[in-house]
């Protein structure tokens, strides 16, 4: 290593102390989570404070998390539900967003003022006109109603008109004389060169969605529509009881996906940005 | 490469007004099959907004475009069957070169079925299109000795060759008319003069009728077989680079073109000639004696006389076989250059009195208004 590169490391040492501690304190309740569920109930409300267990009790605790309460179900429907409402939030934010960001017509701006108004509605707002029109279609505790109200996201379409704007337009008028509709446009050269952008939105979308307790907490009736979140609630108020061990297990299981999800995404946000080199 | 000769453009009355701005106020230009056109002139003065009508990437407010005899003006870009190379070559960053030069014909040749990933490996036949296709974009390639670069994507490129590969993707397709907006403006000078002759050398070998835009005057005086020099929105002369240059219709045209600058001296017309100073000069204007007119006099049209204007050396800038003089004349007072052989001007100093002269019937005389009037010799119209 260089001269200058070890000084600037001392020199960065107060900043990376601070921002380990502050890490500390964030990770500190996940990692207490963990070795929770290695141990039996009646350890983790022992006076020691002790992270590692005496007994290692993890198998039963994971054991039961999965026995007691249909657990893969509810992480299926967790992936099944995130993985529609990102599609669907893309299959309507991306075209929508171009056309804010690149195409010229009348009430464009209009209409982005109305997006803009619709990022400060909070989402429980409309719940309750939503619960019931979907109980009067009948729908209620389906895949539908769990993800119909998400499928259009003004977050989204906001995202991503900003990513778009970014372009230049010769890229998009190249395209138009390389005999490309706007739909191919769309999907053949905006979005590929808009990564960064659609990671972010991936990331937000799944995790919001994943965590999501309110809105499937309405919907959804039976164990078999559960998401995970739901999934933990149910399990606690009805097996779990004070088995805190057996509930962290059943934590760990349900928030294990999304730290991976993130870990990957993670690398991917940072290929993107070194990727998008696109000025000419 | 064969193929059959480029398609005639007609461009009549094309208008165009962005906001309270009339960008462009009734252009016509006929282009002639094969023909390299370069539509020049100051930045703003609607030469780009021209050729990205004639794109289709504009609509005009009116006018209409014909190409090949068949009027484009309400057809979308992609139905044009023109190609157009970019000031920011415009490469596609996601995709390799191989892939950039093959979007066009991808887009045209195969159908929306034929595109999808897996799915094409149903429709018949799409295996040989696709296979023309590669050998289509491998000829393209080696035109252009790009050859080697077919795996890398745009962002690894360098500027000349990102912009061998956008003028491969516009001629990959054939297409019956090529426009080109500034392509080397963002190459450094070296690399430009060579792309220029580049450049010319395909359009000699396509034969595709080309139109292209630049502000930079050499570019269009070296490779066009016509030019077009525009001035706000309109189109003020049209002809060979010698016809506008030698003979331009227009003051700022005349300015325009030519480096360094015309020198322009206010003069006088009278009955028996051109009053410049204290000189008569013996040739008649088409204008009323007493109109102020304005004498346009080239750098490399003047000389040292004995008979010329009085003047001052200023100061010189030496230029290997020539020398720029500036000077400033006695009366009228104004500031004049002219480009001088070496043998002659090199040793002049700052302070030196001279006299500068022309061949006075070649100068050019512009009216009050700008445009260029015509002149006689004066002794023959006394003659006549």
């Known amino acids: 290593m260089t001269p200058g590169a070890n000084r600037t490391l001392i020199q960065d040492l107060p900043r990376l102390a601070l921002l380990g501690l502050g890490a500390v304190i964030v990770l500190a309740p996940y990692v207490w989570m963990f070795f929770a569920s290695l141990k039996p109930g009646s350890e983790v409300f022992s006076n020691s404070l002790s992270l590692l267990p005496e007994r290692f009790y993890a198998l039963e605790n994971y054991g039961k998390a999965l026995r007691e309460v249909p657990m893969l179900r509810f992480l299926f429907n967790g992936v099944v539900v995130c993985a529609l409402i990102l599609f669907f939030q893309t299959l309507f934010a991306v075209p929508a967003a171009y056309a804010l960001a690149k195409l010229r017509w009348r009430g464009r701006e209009v209409l982005f003022g109305l997006v803009m108004l619709g990022l400060l509605i909070p989402y429980h707002v409309p719940a309750l006109p939503l619960y019931v029109g979907f109980a009067r279609l009948g729908l209620l505790d389906s895949f539908t109603a769990l993800v119909a109200p998400f499928s259009i996201s003004v977050f ?112 991917r946000f940072i290929q993107g940005i070194a990727t998008a080199g696109l000025k000419g | 490469m064969q193929r059959e000769a480029g398609r005639e453009i007609l461009i009549e009355g094309i208008e165009k007004t962005f906001g309270a701005t009339r960008v462009l106020k009734g252009v016509s230009i006929a282009l002639r099959e094969g023909e390299f056109l370069s539509l020049v002139g100051p930045s703003g003065c609607g030469k780009t907004t021209l ?96 050859g080697h670069l077919m795996q890398r994507r745009p962002a690894q490129l ?19 008319a090529f426009l080109m907006d500034e392509p080397l403006s963002n190459l450094d000078a070296e690399l430009r003069a060579g792309t220029r002759r580049e450049i010319v050398e395909l359009h000699r070998r396509a034969g595709v009728t080309t139109i292209y835009v630049t502000h930079d005057q050499v570019e269009a005086m070296t490779m066009s077989d016509r030019v077009a020099v525009m001035m706000e ?152």
Not at chain 2, 100 to 111: I, K, T, Y
């Open chain 1, 156 to 267: 989204g379409i906001f995202l991503f008109r900003q990513a778009f704007r970014s372009l230049p337009d010769e890229l998009i008028h190249a395209a138009r004389i390389d005999g490309m509709g706007e739909m191919s446009i769309v999907w053949r050269v905006v979005m590929p060169n808009a990564w960064p952008a659609a990671t972010a939105f991936a990331t937000f979308s799944i995790v919001a969605h994943w965590n999501d307790l309110f809105w499937p907490l309405i919907v959804v009736q039976s164990h078999g529509m559960a998401t995970p979140a739901l999934g933990v609630l149910f399990f606690r108020a009805e097996e779990a009881g004070n088995d805190v061990g057996a509930l962290m297990a059943a934590a760990v299981m349900v928030t294990a996906p999304m730290v991976i999800l993130f870990l990957l995404a993670q690398r």
């Open chain 2, 51 to 146: 050729l990205r009508i004639i794109a289709g990437l504009e609509t005009a407010d009116a006018g209409r475009i014909t190409i090949g005899g068949r009027d484009v003006t309400r057809l979308r870009a992609a139905d044009r069957d023109i190609a157009m190379v970019f000031q920011n070559y415009a490469l596609y960053p996601h995709l390799t070169v191989e892939q950039n030069l093959a979007v066009p014909l991808v887009m045209r040749r195969l159908s929306a079925l034929e595109r999808l990933p897996l799915l094409r490996h149903l429709v018949p036949g799409q295996a040989g299109r696709r296979g023309a296709i590669a050998t289509r974009v491998r000829e393209a390639a080696e035109m252009l000795r790009l």
């Open chain 2, 158 to 176: 360098s500027g000349g060759q990102r912009q061998r590969v956008a003028l491969g993707r516009a001629l990959v397709r054939e297409p019956s």
């Open chain 2, 233 to 384: 929105g309109e189109l003020l002369q049209l002809g060979t680079p010698r016809q506008v240059y030698d003979d331009p219709c227009d003051l700022s045209v005349a300015g325009f073109l030519g480096s360094p600058r015309i020198n322009t001296l206010p003069a006088l017309a009278t009955p028996s000639g051109v009053a410049v100073g204290p000189l008569l000069l013996p040739m008649l204007a088409e204008a009323p004696a007493g109109t102020t007119l304005t004498l346009g006099l080239r750098p490399e049209a003047l000389s040292l006389t004995r008979d010329g204007l009085a003047a001052t050396v200023e100061h010189l800038e030496f230029l290997g076989a020539e020398v720029l003089l500036h000077a400033r004349l006695a009366a009228p007072d104004a500031p004049l250059v002219a480009k001088l052989p070496v043998a002659i001007a090199g040793g002049l100093r700052r302070g030196d009195a001279i006299r500068l002269g022309a061949e006075w019937p070649e100068a050019l005389l512009f009216g009050a208004d700008g445009k260029r009037l015509r002149t006689v010799p004066a002794d023959r119209r006394v003659h006549a």
